[in-house]
């Protein structure tokens, strides 16, 4: 993924797309109104990082060093068609019906002609492909993100937010409702997992250069990230974001 010539603030929105933690915690923090329970979220950041360095990381650059490139992309399309259910879901909810029919046809057209999501045809057809969860349905219902929080595991998020883990990677997701053994379970969520976190390889060294501090840079990158995604594209005021990371 390309990076040159992108502003600080649309790299900032990138990463948090992206997002994976890593990098040292700082012990020094000011709490503030967005991330008032810093010292559990910061605690939490640390675990995270040591579980990504001790085993995501290292998996990501062996599958990234050994899969081909249409392997990689193969793998990120079948799991974007699943995802595309839970997408076509939280349209509907947001009362945007043209966009949700889009995203069943989408499913429909990769999971038969795509051969099960491996190949995006829909793309090719015009069908976009959209960005929706039950956290920006909540937000789009008028209610506040409330204050940020890091899951063990699981990472960034708000309070608003969190209902997400479960309502769309669980209740939306089809792959709960196919019998399966476990261990191919656990295994299907963790060449997910991995297949991420190998896009994410290539921003860390840019990340390194715009921040001193990675918590406080993840945190703003999400919270004004999801607020642009709540507001369908609206901009958020680089100024603003900047003077909060100065105050860091």
Request: proline share 3%.
């Amino acid at each position: 993924m390309g990076i040159r010539g992108v502003s600080k603030f649309s790299l900032v929105l990138l990463a948090g797309a992206l997002l994976l933690l890593n990098g040292c915690a700082s012990t020094q923090y000011v709490e503030s109104e967005r991330d008032p329970w810093q010292g559990f979220n910061r605690a939490m950041y640390g675990f995270n990082d040591g579980l990504d360095r001790a085993i995501l990381k290292p998996a990501a650059q062996g599958y990234r060093a050994v899969a081909p490139d249409f392997v990689e992309t193969g793998v990120r399309n079948f799991f974007e068609n699943l995802d595309d259910i839970s997408v076509a879901v939280n349209n509907l909810l947001q009362g945007k019906v043209a966009n949700s029919a889009s995203d069943i046809g989408r499913v429909v057209i990769n999971s038969t002609i795509g051969l099960l999501g491996l190949f995006d045809v829909a793309s090719s057809m015009g069908f976009t492909k959209h960005d929706e969860d039950f956290g920006q349905t909540l937000g789009v219902w008028g209610m506040d993100s409330g204050p940020y929080v890091v899951w063990p595991i699981f990472g960034p998020s708000s309070l608003r937010d969190s209902p997400s883990l479960v309502v769309d990677r669980i209740l939306l997701n089809p792959l709960t409702y196919v019998e399966i053994k476990t261990f191919e379970r656990v295994g299907i969520i963790a060449v997910d997992a991995v297949s991420v976190r190998a896009e994410l390889l290539s921003l860390e060294e840019t990340v390194d250069e715009i921040s001193t501090d990675r918590y406080t840079f993840i945190r703003e990158a999400y919270l004004d990230r999801r607020e642009f995604l709540v507001n369908d594209g609206a901009a958020v005021d680089d100024a603003e974001l900047y003077d909060e990371l100065d105050e860091e």
